[in-house]
């Protein structure tokens, strides 16, 4: 850069006050030594494939961390990629170079690398990334945190400043973070710990058992939660942490989890549990409600999605698995019919209807 407070710094981050135009999905790198110059992009050697396979997947989060003070600023990236690794990546990852002397430069580790865009495998399980600062000269500067906002609302970010002890900076809740630096300080002075997203996974109900909500939280966090369903009616709650992982059974249903830290921060989740069973609606009408004794009555099943069925009289006689059966009462009175129906993978359901039998 050669004006404004990142004058002297290398800035891949920057594109400078004009426009760039780059490819989809294209990153490059031009450096130049001395002197002034240009050059040209032809546009006869440039490739049109949009099916090609060889583009890299886009980034699923990045930090961009800047750093301002004695009139200067520089920044660095930290992003999270499927198909990144943990080391220097051609493709993904940049050098940082050092700004002029007597300036801030700020910049995260791989290996021995030095680099200004750090790209780094899924955010899955917790990450500590070592974040160097050169002060360039004593003063007191600012650390800022851009984008935040683009990570799962589960999952956090810490700053930790090794030379104040115990100092864990929650990015979420504090967007800058102000500190002294003197120009013989350790660069290896500060890090960044991620925890991964609060993992939820469901399991659908069926006919023989309830569904389910498990709830995975890794790392430094610790929730306290409140499942609602869709009546806003809380069917469980308590505490989910690295150590304490939740499983909850539920009905079929939408719900919604509810969390807080402890600590003033609150967001919540939505969840879905399905039905995988074949719901199953026993329904039948009869040929006559009001017979009399020894009058044949038939039974009409109007059942849907069913398989099997059971008939009950309400006489005491022998249960039925006709699809639509013919019964007589012996004695006059009052009975119930009940039919039970029965999907191919265990289902149920019951309709019942009084019969009154009268006398010849």
């Known amino acids: ?33 001395s002197g002034s110059g240009s050059f040209v992009f032809d546009e006869t050697e440039c490739t049109n494939t949009p099916s090609s ?47 002029k002397l ?38 007191a500067f600012t650390f800022t945190f851009d984008n935040v906002s683009a990570f799962d609302p589960t999952s956090f970010i810490y700053l930790e ?27 290896d002075r500060f890090m960044l710990h991620f925890t991964p997203a609060m993992e939820l996974k469901t399991v659908d109900q069926t006919c023989a058992a309830k569904g389910s909500i498990h709830v995975q939280q890794e790392g430094l966090v610790n929730w306290n939660y409140q499942l609602k369903d869709n009546t806003n009616a809380i069917v469980a709650q308590g505490v989910v942490n690295q150590q304490n992982p939740q499983a909850i059974s539920v009905n079929a249903g939408a719900y919604q989890l509810e969390l807080n830290n402890g600590q003033g921060y609150t967001t919540s989740k939505s969840i879905q549990v399905n039905f995988s069973g074949t719901e199953v609606s026993a329904a039948f009408n009869s040929s006559t409600n009001t017979p009399s004794v020894n009058q044949p009555i038939t039974f009409i099943n109007n059942s849907t ?23 007589s009462y012996a004695a006059e009175g009052e009975y119930t019919a009940t039919l039970t129906s029965f999907s191919a993978d265990g289902c149920d359901s019951s309709a019942s209807a009084k019969v009154v039998v009268s006398a010849v």
Do not use: C
Request: charged residues 15%; hydrophobic residues 35%.
């Open 161 to 187: 400043d090794k030379k104040v002890g115990g100092n864990w900076l929650d990015i979420r809740a504090n967007n800058n973070y102000n500190f002294n630096a003197l120009k013989n300080d350790n660069w």
């Open 102 to 139: 007597g300036q801030p430069t700020l910049y995260t580790l791989a290996g021995t690398e030095h680099l200004a865009i750090d790209v780094l495998p899924s955010l899955t399980t917790t990450a500590a990334v070592p974040l160097s600062f050169e002060p360039g000269t004593n003063g």
């Open 305 to 327: 999605n069913a398989t099997t069925y059971e008939w009950s009289f309400g006489d005491g006689s022998a249960v039925s698995n006709a699809y639509s059966p013919t019964h």
């Open 1 to 33: 850069m050669t004006n404004g407070p990142y004058t002297g710094t290398y800035q891949p981050l920057l594109m400078g006050s004009g426009t760039a135009n780059i490819a989809p999905f294209q990153a490059f790198m031009v450096h130049r030594t």
């Open 53 to 99: 396979t060889n583009f890299y997947k886009a980034n699923d989060n990045e930090l961009k961390v800047n750093v301002s003070g004695n009139g200067f600023s520089d920044k660095t990236l930290i992003a999270f990629n499927a198909d990144a690794s943990n080391g220097f990546d051609p493709v993904f990852d940049a050098n940082k170079f050092h700004s």
